[in-house]
């Protein structure tokens, strides 16, 4: 019997190692908060390459970035806010972080906000939410659009996406935000359409709709912002 038992021990220490091996390894939990890049209408990830480049000088690593591309032709709350959530569900997979910091310009800002006020994980998985010329009230620049294409009607004023993000608190949950808006901006109309109840409203000065996306001290903002 105990020669018996003596061959039980080595038979169970290769079990064991057998199992941790066969075992999945969930990824640590990075050193800062993942961000995830959410660009606007008609635009691709790649408008974020100067900002991206800012945030390395950071200190930030591509583990850390994530840039999330979209047909921007799509409707927020049908569509869009769906696939952002499948995707944030994937950066935290990947990086072992239980929520992300969302960056969104013009008509992302619409697709991330639908995300955090909605969606059953939206606000325990988002940190801080930033918004930059993001059509937050609508803008009457999207008529000239509407008429063929489902995202510029989400962006009009009094559309049933602007209506439901309205209602209530603009800025529920505990997730930190802030947006950036400019009194140059030729698309957003008006300009106070982009300031949200509850958020850190700023002030960017006479910037083109996209320069906010170059902007240094857009950026800097920005950054001090995720670190706070």
């Known amino acids: 019997m105990r020669l018996r038992g003596r061959r ?28 995830v890049f959410v660009h606007g209408f008609n635009a691709d990830p790649g408008v974020w390459g100067g900002l991206r480049a800012d945030f390395e000088a950071d200190g930030y690593t591509d583990a850390e970035l994530f840039s999330f591309g979209y047909d921007t032709h799509k ?22 972080a239980s929520r992300v910091d969302l960056v969104a310009h013009s008509f992302g800002s619409l697709v ?18 930033v918004s930059l010329a993001g059509p937050n009230h609508g803008t009457g620049t999207a008529w000239a659009c509407a008429l063929w294409d489902q995202a510029c009607r989400d962006m009009t004023p009094g559309s049933y996406v602007q209506k439901k993000l309205a209602e209530g608190d603009e ?32 002030d960017a000065g006479c910037l083109d709709h996209n320069a906010l996306l170059g902007d240094d001290t857009v950026s800097q903002g920005v950054r001090a912002f995720l670190r706070s």
């Open 8 to 35: 039980v021990v080595p038979l169970l220490a290769v079990a064991a190692s057998l199992f941790l091996a066969a075992s999945p390894v969930r990824a640590e939990a990075p050193a800062r908060t993942p961000v």
């Open 75 to 96: 409707s927020v709350n049908e569509v869009l806010s769906g696939r952002l959530a499948a995707y944030v569900e994937d950066v935290k997979r990947r990086t072992g």
């Open 112 to 129: 991330t906000r639908w995300y955090v006020k909605f969606d059953a994980a939206g606000q325990s998985s988002v940190a801080h939410w």
């Open 171 to 202: 800025s529920p949950g505990a997730v930190r935000y802030a947006t950036w808006w400019s009194h140059c901006d030729e698309v957003v109309d008006p300009d106070s359409s982009v300031p949200l109840a509850g958020a850190l409203n700023n």
